[in-house]
């Protein structure tokens, strides 16, 4: 009696198995999302307290403070208007000659501020929770980043909340290009990133490369996900191989991921049109 | 003693849920230690030894679904190595003194290393490629360590949950030899 129903159960957790498996990736996706639903009281609870001990450090911190602050703010903001003053007339520049090229115009795509909201419980993604999801305009693939520079891209998509791939994941792949020399390479996750998730590994560079540590690299904008000069990092060793046809760089990325609480996505629906050169 | 059991039952899953939550978002021990400890083996281990079949399949099912909805691994992917996991303490209960912290903790350890292995296995088969070099045996090490310090953490945690709300079972009558010597309830 007991052993059949070990057999019982087994079969039940082995077939439930094999069916989720094998489910094609959009259903599963889409399983998922759903079931983000069953953490939605505790995500609740915890924005709910990071509020609460949000509210008591405002009341806690002095006036003086922040009234500092707000100076600072004040001033930059200045600064901001006036290169964006300067900058409007660039850009109706721009437009014109594109317009003069018969290029197509860039777009403006609108984006949205994300809560980072948790982290991959798996040791081998490098992934993060956002609390926008597909009833928020968020699709697969869209580019995330912040103010330092990339952070990946939109991975799975539930109704309220979606999963990031990190740069550096095996799910992440980013071609970018060496802003100094205008090479270009993908960039992947190296042996290293495991230890040091800021380090990644810049390859397809050629064997008689002239990038070299403290170049800057930035997305080139090949490939349908990431639009053109996105900061990503910064090369600290060139790998220079002579009896090899290409050259690897360690890249330290711009962004530390375990330092974020708010990214931004950007929320297009034309993807060709958001990589215009 | 069908409510009690639901109770029961209710309460390792919660746990399970609650668990998957915090690993998810309580991050320091990635921070400190450079690996996330998974609660999951724990709650096997502690349900095997304390709870029934039911409980165990069921933690296994629910408790795999809901790791992987946070995670970048397949829907599930869990779920089979938790449940063999358990089912080796399951078949070998009577050898095990469950009283003993120490029984605890070499339990709780050695599923914690097992399960991520089996994982691995998994996503390895199943043509993923996950972020794997010589860091991950520490990660590995750290995870299993901290599965079996959980494990001993767990014990006390829900045996006073279950027993809040129970009366304690009578001590006495006629107990076999083995049971005695595990532990197990008449």
């Known amino acids: ?277 | 003693m069908s409510t009690l059991f639901n109770f029961h039952a209710l309460v390792i899953l919660l746990a399970a849920l609650v668990g998957v939550f915090l690993e998810s978002t309580f991050t320091l021990p990635r921070e400190l230690l450079g690996a996330q400890i998974n609660p999951l083996p724990a709650l096997v281990i502690y349900t095997a030894l304390q709870s029934n079949l039911t409980t165990l399949t069921l933690l296994a099912i629910l408790g795999a679904i809901w790791q992987s909805t946070l995670s970048a691994d397949p829907l599930g992917i869990a779920m089979a190595p938790l449940f063999f996991a358990g089912m080796l303490v399951v078949w070998n209960r009577s050898h095990f003194v469950r009283q003993q912290w120490f029984a605890r903790f070499v339990l709780g350890t050695a599923a914690s290393a097992l399960v991520p292995m089996l994982v691995l296995f998994l996503l390895i088969t199943l043509g993923h490629e996950p972020l794997l070099n010589w860091f991950s045996l520490w990660q590995w090490l750290v995870t299993a360590v901290g599965g079996g310090l959980l494990t001993l953490a767990l014990f006390p945690l829900l045996d006073w949950a279950k027993g809040a709300v129970t009366y304690r079972a009578v001590q006495g009558g006629y107990r076999f030899a083995h049971e005695r010597a595990s532990g197990d309830e008449p």
């Not at chain 1, 930059?76 to 090229?101: K, P």
């Not at chain 1, 995330?144 to 792949?173: E, I, K, M, T």
């Open chain 1, 1 to 277: 009696m007991r052993r059949r129903s070990y057999q019982f159960a087994a079969g039940i957790v082995l077939a439930l198995s094999l069916i989720l498996l094998s489910l094609p990736a959009p259903t599963a996706a889409r399983l998922k999302g759903a079931l983000t639903h069953s953490f939605a009281p505790l995500f609740g609870m915890q924005h709910g307290l990071q509020k609460l001990s949000g509210t008591a450090v405002d009341h806690a911190l002095p006036r003086a403070a922040l009234l500092r602050e707000l100076d600072a703010l004040a001033r930059t903001n200045q600064l901001l208007r006036i290169q964006v003053d300067q900058l409007r007339g660039a850009g109706v520049e721009n437009i014109r000659l594109r317009a003069q090229l018969n290029l197509k115009q860039r777009p403006n795509s609108p984006l949205k501020l994300a809560r980072v909201i948790g982290r991959d419980p798996a040791n081998w993604w490098r992934a993060i929770t956002i609390d926008l999801g597909s009833n928020d305009g968020l699709q697969p693939d869209q580019p995330v980043w912040v103010a330092a520079g990339l952070v990946g891209r939109v991975y799975q998509v539930g109704p309220n909340q979606s999963q990031v791939s990190l740069v550096g994941d095996p799910a992440c792949r980013v071609s970018v290009k060496v802003r100094e020399t205008g090479e270009n390479g993908i960039l992947t996750a190296g042996p290293f990133t495991t230890f040091d998730p800021k380090i990644v590994h810049l390859h397809h560079l050629s064997a008689d490369t002239e990038s070299a540590p403290e170049h800057t690299v930035v997305t080139s904008g090949l490939g349908e996900i990431f639009p053109p000069d996105i900061p990503v990092g910064t090369i600290v060793e060139v790998d220079r191989n002579l009896s090899t046809l290409q050259t690897t760089a360690r890249v330290k990325l711009a962004v530390d991921a375990s330092k974020l609480f708010e990214v931004w996505v950007m929320v297009a629906t034309d993807k060709r049109a958001m990589n215009t050169p």
